[in-house]
């Protein structure tokens, strides 16, 4: 059994959502990031950088639990633990694979949740930000399109890239972008979207999503963006995840 540390964010949906494809058994464990409590000195033995998702597979290597943070190490994990589904064998294939996730992590990710902060949950709004961040998320959104116009999916098939890339674009609007201006991205968009996996992963913690539509304030604001995300740890924080490296191979 996997334990999924989750949270309905578009990081949160990858791993939910490729726990479906592959078909493997995982409970839930919420993490209300409104709330803090990734802050929480168990959480932060699993997760050191205090982020979402994660998990504790009570099967691991060598039979003992194993704990994971990290998206796109998560992914692999997962994909490799399941005879490479979703992200192939062969090596050329593979690091294809490879570089559409990494470019979904360090390109994507930053920029397009950066667009989304500046022209929807700052407090004060500022042009340049807005203006800086939608633009290059829009010269992100042409990459995609010029790829996805010469193949079906972004790695050839179907693979954890898409995953990855699918939960980001779901906010285009709120990111400045419009999926009718990227014809070949849309075509791709629709085709994901409609797989039965993808809408169960998407359908974790739904409720949850739903009552947390707007945008945070006080508390909840400082938890995300303000003050709470970059004040010091405590010491029992600190020690926990000093202590991480022991926590593996032990009961969760």
Known sequence: MIKLYFWPTPNGYK???????????????????????????????????????????????????????????IMTYLAEKSGFRFMPADIERRYQVAEWLSFQAASMAPMLGQAHHF???AKE?????????????????RVLERRLSESEYLAGEYSIADMATYPWLRSHKYQGQELESYPSILRWYS???ARPAVQRGLAVLKERFERNRKPPTGAAWDNLFGSNQFARLSRTATVAIIKRRHSRGKDY
């Open 125 to 141: 709004k500022i042009p340049y930000a807005v203006d800086r961040f939608t633009s290059e998320s829009a010269r992100l959104y």
């Open 119 to 121: 022209r929807e949950y």
């Open 191 to 193: 085709a994901v979207r």
């Open 15 to 73: 791993i939910s959502i490729l726990l479906e494809e592959l078909e493997l058994p995982y409970e839930v464990e919420a993490v209300h990031i409104g709330k803090g409590e990734q802050f929480n000195a168990d959480f932060l033995k699993i997760s050191p950088n205090n982020k979402i998702p994660a998990i504790v597979d009570q099967n691991g290597p060598n039979g003992k639990p194993y704990t994971l943070f990290e998206s796109t190490a």
